[in-house]
């Protein structure tokens, strides 16, 4: 059975500094990943999904993800954060098509 | 274009009745994919559904709910005698094609409030 773990329910930061976000995984099977946001109220967007290749992934709003097999990890980090990233965070493993097994949901605070 | 469209944003009610949640997927899209959000919780598979046909439904309670998607007009999630352990936001997704490489888009979704 897949399941994803994400291991900070909050993260606090500054504007302006780096932000990693945790993400483990456990999949018995092909391992596509993915990085979605959501703002309040709204829908999830997609930020960024590992399927195959490279595993270090870029994404929209200049983050990125690496995808690291012998850790089962997938975290996503940024430089340098805005007050507007802040969002909820999930982490999602494919169960098969778009059939997504999220983690709970990190939520980034930007603070100025 | 117009993205993922879900009606009503909100909706209220009593324990007993039923909740209607509808689903107009995006412009040419024919798979449709319901998730629900407990609190503080993240989403979970609900229902899998292409044109008149439920593709997979092994995220649906066993009792009460149920989902369509017919040939004209949107996909609904129905949920006869709600009780309060149905409040969540329910989220609609759609995507062109099947496959892990295909992008999901998601409404805006609907908070079920069950007083």
């Known amino acids: 059975a897949q399941s994803v773990t994400q291991l900070d329910s909050q993260v606090p930061v500054f504007e302006e500094a780096p932000v990693e976000l945790r993400c483990n995984y456990s999949s018995s099977v092909s391992v596509y990943l993915f990085w979605y946001v959501q703002y309040p109220n709204q829908g999830l967007q997609l930020l960024l999904k590992y399927l195959s290749g490279s595993t270090l992934v870029k994404g929209i709003n200049g983050f990125e993800a690496e995808f690291n097999k012998s850790q089962t990890s997938f975290h996503l980090r940024k430089p340098s954060v805005h007050i507007s990233d802040t969002a909820e965070y999930f982490c999602?493993?494919?169960?098969?098509?778009?059939?997504?097994?999220f983690g709970a949901g990190t939520r980034l605070a930007v603070h100025p | 274009n117009a993205g993922v469209m879900q009606n009503p944003r909100h909706l209220v009610r009593r324990r007993g009745q039923e909740a209607r949640l509808r689903c107009s997927p995006m412009?040419?899209?024919?798979?449709v994919y319901w998730y629900r959000q407990l609190p503080e919780e993240g989403l979970k598979f609900m229902v899998y559904?292409?044109?008149?046909?439920?593709?997979?439904e092994s995220g649906m309670p066993k009792e009460r709910f149920s989902a369509e998607f017919p040939k004209e007009g949107p996909s609904i999630l129905r949920i006869q005698q709600v009780v309060r352990g149905d409040s969540a936001a329910y989220f609609c997704?759609?995507?062109?094609?099947?496959?892990?490489?295909?992008?999901?888009?998601f409404g805006s979704g609907t908070q079920l409030s069950v007083l």
């Open positions: 999602a493993v494919s169960g098969g098509y778009n059939k997504l097994i």
């Open positions: 412009k040419g899209h024919s798979h």
């Open positions: 997704a759609s995507s062109q094609r099947e496959g892990v490489d295909e992008k999901l888009f």
């Open positions: 559904l292409q044109k008149e046909n439920i593709i997979d």
